[in-house]
């Protein structure tokens, strides 16, 4: 057997994303340059890193709701740029960061549209869309909400009701931009645990953007850090999340323990009064 026809009975890896030299700009500012980026199948990567840095617009390119300056965005090998619009949205379902609904648009209406790639011009609406919407509002809590137009809702049952339409999507790819801003700590923890389980019982992949540190180390299994539109360092947690990224990509001075309950890294700030706190706690003492 030559050479070739051995290398030809390996199948070759395929990430399920894949950003090669993508730059991304607004205009003519350039925020992220040539940046290559692997995502996993079956994994969850989460998008660290200060305001500002690129993680929506990295989110927004992966998604192709972004026309890249320079390079391209592979879903499953293939050019993402020339797939139909439906395909992609059959694969991969994105919940930007400052979703707006239109005015007096139901929960139900809003993640009825999730259902709109599974649909074609002979079939509008089927068992397996009511079933999809229906799933998708009972993972999320908001069943009591149905009826309930998006504007009425406060800020976290409105970031549910964007959640539960991107579920409806029913894609193998979910990026979420900050899936777990406004929610409470206890509804934070049931997002988070549903993307989990969505990735452990049903093989999805999950990239998402959180700004909590130590929820990121707890859920992520790739980790990637960004500073001014670079790659910082990507890699599991325990690997990458250490007292010196934390100065040099949030400019904070932490110490990094184990979470108790989880083992995963726990990054403590040290804030610039803490010492002053426990001084004076011991000056009172
Ligand atoms: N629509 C836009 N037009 C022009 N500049 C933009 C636009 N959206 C974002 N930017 C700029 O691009 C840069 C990256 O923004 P981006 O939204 O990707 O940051 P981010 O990491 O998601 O920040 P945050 O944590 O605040 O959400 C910022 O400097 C921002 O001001
Ligand atoms: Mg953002």
Redesign the pocket.
């Known amino acids: 057997m030559d050479l070739h026809s051995a290398n030809s009975s390996y199948s070759e890896y395929v990430p399920r994303l894949e950003a090669r030299k993508l730059s991304l700009a607004?205009?003519c500012?350039i925020?992220l340059e040539r940046l290559n980026l692997a995502i996993h199948a079956d994994r969850i990567t989460v998008?660290v890193?200060?305001?500002?840095?690129?993680?929506?617009?990295?989110?927004?390119g992966l998604a192709r709701l972004m026309k890249p300056n320079h390079g391209q965005v592979y879903l499953d090998g293939r050019a993402i740029a020339k797939l139909p619009t439906k395909a992609v949205a059959k694969r991969l379902g994105i919940l930007p960061?400052s979703p707006v609904a239109p005015e007096g648009l139901t929960v139900k209406d809003l993640v009825a549209q999730g259902r709109y790639p599974h649909q074609n011009w002979f079939q509008q609406w089927s068992i397996e869309d009511e079933q999809q919407v229906e799933r998708a509002l009972a993972l999320t809590e908001m069943r009591e909400f149905t009826h309930r137009p998006i504007d009425s809702l406060s800020g976290g049952q409105r970031q549910r009701a964007w959640i539960a339409m991107t579920l409806a999507q029913n894609t193998n790819t979910l990026l979420l931009?900050?899936p777990t801003t406004f929610l409470d700590l206890a509804h934070q923890i049931e997002i988070l645990d549903l993307l989990q389980e969505l990735n452990y019982q049903e093989g999805r992949t999950i990239v998402m953007?959180l700004?909590d540190l130590n929820q990121a180390c707890r859920y992520a299994d790739d980790l990637v850090a960004?500073k001014q539109?670079h790659i910082y360092n990507q890699g599991s947690p325990e690997a990458i999340m250490t007292e010196a990224l934390l100065a040099d990509v949030f400019g904070i001075n932490c110490k990094i323990m184990a979470d108790p309950v989880a083992g995963t890294p726990m990054c403590i700030p040290i804030g610039k009064t803490t010492k002053i706190k426990s001084e004076a706690a011991q000056d009172v003492g």
């Open positions: 607004y205009d500012t925020i998008l890193g200060p305001n500002g840095c690129g993680k929506s617009t990295l989110l927004r960061q931009d900050e953007v700004h960004i539109g």
